[in-house]
């Protein structure tokens, strides 16, 4: 039996990405639709993430990003939610999506994580409401000042499917009074 390769973790943030309602959108609007929807919601991403961060893959009707940092994370997941907002005003597109967001050392395989942090991610944004951004615990405890016009609201310790201790979440919200 040959020797197990040694396992290459990284720290850094996973969030996922989801597109609300993407199943009904399709039958009634077409698979024509539905793909300029996820152009879309790959467009936007793509120029709100910049270099600070990228897509690990496509998942359907949602998306595995990658940030080094926790503030990096938060910070384009409140823009896309912001721009996936104006793009369903002017384009009559309902990008209705659901963003989750953990810190943790997923485990690298090529260039793709998996590992407890990747399914307590994906398990997190399963939690969000459409146009909902959530964040664990983790993630917050990565962010050492307070954000302009955020806050986070604490929502506690959370259950999840297949994760055998409760994770505390918060609710990432725009403040205009801040």
């Not at 939690?127 to 993630?139: I, K, N, R, T």
Request: proline residues 5%; charged residues 25%; hydrophobic residues 45%.
């Amino acid at each position: 039996m040959t020797p197990a390769a040694a396992i290459e973790t990284r720290e850094g943030t996973i969030v996922f990405t989801d597109l609300s309602g993407f199943t009904e959108f399709t039958a009634l609007r077409g698979d024509a639709a539905a793909l300029s929807l996820l152009d879309l919601q790959e467009r936007l991403v793509l120029e709100e993430m910049g270099d600070s961060g990228r897509i690990v893959k496509n998942l359907g009707d949602g998306m595995m990003l990658w940030f080094d940092e926790a503030l990096d994370a938060v910070q384009v997941s409140i823009a896309l939610q912001e721009r996936f907002e104006e793009a369903s005003g002017e384009d009559d597109e309902p990008l209705w999506v659901r963003i989750g967001i953990h810190f943790g050392r997923p485990v690298l395989r090529g260039s793709d994580f998996i590992g407890h942090d990747v399914n307590v991610a994906a398990r997190i944004v399963d939690l969000a409401a459409p146009g909902e951004v959530l964040v664990s615990e983790a993630c917050t405890a990565q962010i050492e000042a307070p954000l302009d016009g955020v806050v986070f609201e604490e929502i506690g310790p959370t259950i999840m499917k297949g994760i055998p201790e409760p994770v505390p979440l918060y609710r990432v919200m725009r403040s205009w009074d801040a």
